[in-house]
């Protein structure tokens, strides 16, 4: 069955809220990372979303993906926008597995010397 996004979204902002209730110094701390990209204006609100996008694929987050899908939707990415940034995030991670293959058959020849 697939994940209700939106369902999903509203019960992990509960519980966020609820971590936040507990360590508020914690949570308040990861807004401001958030934050301060924005702060800058160097890359448009667009632009950083299509990253984060990018980035929650590579890191598997199902909360990231939800929030920042949400985002990017609102800031005006557009479908075609947000599957180029998915074929980069698919590039890299095939990259960094072929690079980590490497270190695999590196391992590998110095076992064996």
Known sequence: MMLDWN???KQLLATIG??????PDTVRGY???????AKTDRLDARTRE??????AVSL????????HTSAA????????????????AIAVNA???LVYSARV?????????
């Open 7 to 9: 369902d999903y979204q």
């Open 60 to 67: 598997r987050c199902d909360g990231c993906i939800t929030t």
């Open 31 to 37: 807004g401001l990372l958030g934050q301060a990209g």
């Open 105 to 113: 058959m590196d391992a590998f020849a110095e076992k064996t010397a």
């Open 73 to 88: 939707i609102k800031a005006g990415a557009s479908k075609e926008e947000i599957a180029e940034a998915l074929g980069v």
């Open 50 to 55: 299509l990253i984060a996008l990018a980035v």
């Open 18 to 23: 609820q971590i936040a209730a507990l360590s």
């Open 95 to 97: 990259g960094a597995a």
